[in-house]
């Protein structure tokens, strides 16, 4: 395996999120294995109670691919400037096939160790429904406003 070779692939790039209050959102994302050997990945989140991710680690046959759906829990409030700073991290490395994800060393996503993994950061990106943008622009014109104490 060459050492520039990504042992996998991600689709999307960024993960995006119908916005709604009170509602859950959905974002699938592919993970394809680009090479002859068995690799296992995890995700990561900067904010993990924000978001449900199924499977979160899982080990993949050669050239197989499989579905990571990442579920954005109902929020109670609109993001100042419908910005969002969380990010993703999905690490992946190498393993012997007979690997049982119910058994991994604790240390297997370890760089410290001397593990060797490679990372595929996705950042997230919030899209507002036409038929919510309305509520948004309300909330985010009186958020302003409340903020800089005067009238725009």
Known sequence: ??????????????????????KLSCCDLKVTNNT???????????????????????MM????????????????EYP???????????LSTVVPPNTSVD?????TFNKEVGNTL?????????VIPHSARANFEDVDANSVRHIYGHQL
Request: proline share 6%; aromatic share 10%.
């Open 36 to 58: 002859e050997h068995h690799v296992l990945f995890k995700v990561k989140t900067t904010s993990p109670k924000k978001y449900f991710v199924r499977p979160n680690i899982s």
């Open 1 to 22: 395996m060459a050492a520039a070779q990504h042992l996998i692939s991600v689709h999307p790039e960024e993960l995006k999120f119908r916005f709604e209050l009170e």
């Open 103 to 107: 058994a991994l060393p604790e240390d």
């Open 118 to 126: 490679q990372e595929c950061k996705l950042r997230v990106v919030y």
């Open 61 to 76: 046959h050669p050239w197989d691919s499989c579905v990571i759906r990442v579920t954005l829990q109902a929020q109670r």
């Open 80 to 90: 100042l400037n419908m910005q969002c700073k969380d990010k993703f991290l999905l």
